[in-house]
């Protein structure tokens, strides 16, 4: 009985394995298989030369004839104010102008414009809406220099709270 099924089944195991055409195993001793060419090693070479040569781009920000020594830890401050920090606005607000803003993740920019404080909210790129602030030296108990949240305040209102390494400020905003 045992050879009986064996017998059987052997075609079918041979079937599924002889006749595999069209796949990748077609090209697998082929080195050109994706369109790509063989590097010879002193190609190679020239290329890590040329990128080992090429001069070192200058600091722009950096002033030119003067001496400037900065630590590697402001740097990294420096780098961080750079990048919106990103807030998710869970409900629709309402502004003062009438506006509204829907539900979704928005990157804040606190800017100071005309010594007057306001929060700039980006989707991508977009500057979506420009939100009054009030400028504060409270931190709001927060552990870290940037920062920004979003804290319910009321029944029909919600405070986004901002710090960045220039000022803190503070926005009270009604919710639909």
């Given at each position: 009985?045992?050879?009986?099924l064996?017998?059987?089944f052997?075609?079918?195991?041979?079937?599924?394995?002889?006749?595999?055409?069209?796949?990748?195993?077609?090209?697998?001793?082929?080195?050109?298989?994706?369109?790509?060419?063989?590097?010879?090693?002193?190609?190679?070479?020239?290329?890590?030369?040329?990128?080992?040569?090429?001069?070192?781009?200058?600091?722009?920000?950096?002033?030119?004839?003067?001496?400037?020594?900065?630590?590697?830890?402001?740097?990294?401050l420096?780098?961080t104010?750079?990048?919106?920090?990103?807030?998710?606005i869970?409900?629709t607000?309402?502004?003062?102008?009438?506006?509204?803003?829907?539900?979704?993740?928005?990157?804040?920019?606190?800017?100071?414009?005309?010594?007057?404080v306001?929060?700039?909210?980006?989707?991508?790129?977009?500057?979506?809406?420009?939100?009054?602030?009030?400028?504060?030296?409270?931190?709001?108990?927060?552990?870290?220099?940037?920062?920004?949240k979003?804290?319910?305040?009321?029944?029909?209102?919600?405070?986004?709270?901002?710090?960045?390494v220039?000022?803190?400020?503070?926005?009270?905003?009604?919710?639909?």
């Amino acid at each position: 009985m045992k050879r009986l099924l064996a017998i059987l089944f052997l075609p079918l195991f041979l079937g599924n394995f002889a006749f595999a055409d069209g796949d990748l195993w077609d090209n697998f001793g082929d080195t050109n298989v994706y369109g790509q060419k063989a590097v010879s090693d002193q190609d190679f070479e020239k290329a890590l030369e040329s990128k080992r040569k090429k001069k070192k781009k200058r600091n722009k920000d950096i002033p030119k004839g003067e001496s400037f020594s900065q630590s590697n830890e402001t740097n990294e401050l420096v780098d961080t104010t750079k990048e919106p920090s990103i807030l998710l606005i869970p409900v629709t607000l309402k502004l003062a102008d009438n506006s509204v803003v829907p539900v979704g993740h928005y990157g804040i920019e606190g800017v100071k414009e005309d010594g007057k404080v306001f929060l700039k909210l980006y989707q991508g790129h977009t500057l979506t809406a420009k939100i009054p602030a009030e400028e504060t030296n409270d931190d709001f108990g927060e552990q870290t220099i940037n920062f920004v949240k979003l804290i319910p305040h009321g029944d029909y209102h919600v405070q986004i709270i901002y710090g960045g390494v220039d000022f803190n400020a503070y926005s009270v905003i009604e919710t639909e």
